[in-house]
């Protein structure tokens, strides 16, 4: 069964996502950036209301690119820090989607290797920055080495879902690291990506009039599972 991951920008979101059937959410501020942290307190309204299989949080401190400073990246770390300690207690689990690279276009091993210590037992994804890493084997291999759980990926592209690449991608991640697939889907083509690339996961919007269609949601659900 495909794991259906639906991103969200606030509770009422994560609600909709939720009866729609998706599995888990990720929920971020400003989707017109491509997602910042959102609010601690919608952090912990959605942690009320969303799906049994969790909540990701977007650790992101401002648009732009990925490559922080130091003082970026300590952000990011207490973040990851103030959130943990939101999420105890909650009835579902929370995790953390974070990336930092280098102007090189690697991934910034000391930023990954620090948040993923301090994320702890959480579940650690690495997002869409990795779309703009040069060497992705590499980069899934370091991802890998690190202990990451999941990464967010086209399979290289800004914008579009790229099958053969995300193809690779899942084959040497293995049982090892989830390849979260992304990129412009929707009901109408999901299980043609997932069947083409064998993806075990799929991220996508449900996007409505009103934010967040949980009959998209169900579309999609749908699709996947007939």
Known sequence: MTIVEICVEDALGARRA???GADRIEICADLSCGGLTPAFDEVGAALEVGPAGGVQVLVRPRPGDFVHSREE??????DIVALRALGTGAGIRLGFVVGVLTDEG???????????DVAEDAPLTFHRGFDQVRDQDRGLDVLMELGYDRVLTTGGDPAVA???????????????????????LRAHNVAEVVAACGAREVHMRAPGTSG???SEVERIVAALRG
């Open 106 to 116: 690697t991934i910034n091993v000391g930023a990954a290797a620090r948040l993923r």
């Open 73 to 78: 990246v300590d952000r990011i770390a207490s």
């Open 18 to 20: 939720r009866d729609g």
């Open 212 to 214: 967040t269609d949980r």
């Open 162 to 184: 790229q099958p053969g690449a995300l193809a690779r991608l899942v084959e040497r991640g293995g049982a090892d690291i989830v390849i979260l697939v992304s990129g412009g």
